[in-house]
């Protein structure tokens, strides 16, 4: 799921520069103390190199901590030369996206809404930048996770616009967050609905229910 078509180890990186309802990761909005260090990583890859494909990093907002993960990849891609690595961004800042152009094999950029206003300081035209640079990437995905409040029906088109010319749009189901956000989630049909509008602007659609 993290990386298609790959067995993954996945990493998490704390703090996030969004404030998403719908959060499955709330407590690495803030930042905090960081449960694994670089040697750790690398003992568990050498001892299971044998068995998985890739490495993924997500967070949180990963791009926050490019003055460390660059390096870090750096170093991991030395080491094991056969591990691909993909980075999970919301696409806040195209600039520093961009510092990973030739470091990692894989991008995600999450595309979240219209209206960026209800939950960050970041605009629209900003995640757009990220989104075009995500294109550029020899692999790439643009994720859209369909929280209604978010993701309007009226809004769909424009969305789809936006991805056109994308490798893949993941087009992931919104899951009620007890305690958070209890909204009800579209139902299936309304995500097919757009994955067949999507899939008139770009080349691959994945729908994950």
């Known amino acids: 799921m993290d990386y298609p078509g790959k067995v993954a180890l996945t990493l998490f990186t704390s703090s996030c520069n969004f404030d998403c309802a719908y959060c499955h990761n709330p407590e690495l909005k803030k930042m905090v103390e960081e449960k ?17 494909d890739a490495v993924v990093i997500t967070g949180g907002e990963t791009t926050l901590r ?14 094991f030369p056969a591990v691909l690595v993909k980075l999970d961004t919301n696409g806040w800042s195209s600039d520093i996206l961009r510092k990973f152009l030739d470091v990692i094999d894989y991008v995600a950029v999450d595309l979240k809404s219209l209206h960026y206003e209800q939950f960050s300081t970041v605009n629209l035209k900003q995640i757009q930048k990220s ?3 995500a294109k550029t990437f020899s692999s790439h995905e643009i994720r859209i996770t369909m929280f209604p409040p978010y993701v309007p ?14 490798s893949l ?27 067949d509008l999507l899939s008139g602007y770009v080349q691959n659609v994945s729908v994950r229910e």
């Open 36 to 52: 694994v260090g670089e040697s750790e990583v690398f003992k568990y890859l050498d001892k299971r190199a044998a068995l998985i």
């Open 66 to 79: 490019a003055d460390d993960l660059i390096p870090f990849v750096e170093r991991l891609k030395a080491q």
């Open 131 to 133: 989104v075009e640079l």
């Open 153 to 166: 029906e009226k809004d769909f088109e424009e969305l789809a616009r936006i991805c056109s010319g994308a």
């Open 169 to 195: 749009v993941s087009v992931q189901q919104y899951r009620p967050v007890t305690g958070f956000c209890e909204s009800p989630p579209y139902p299936g049909p309304i995500l097919r609905e757009f994955a």
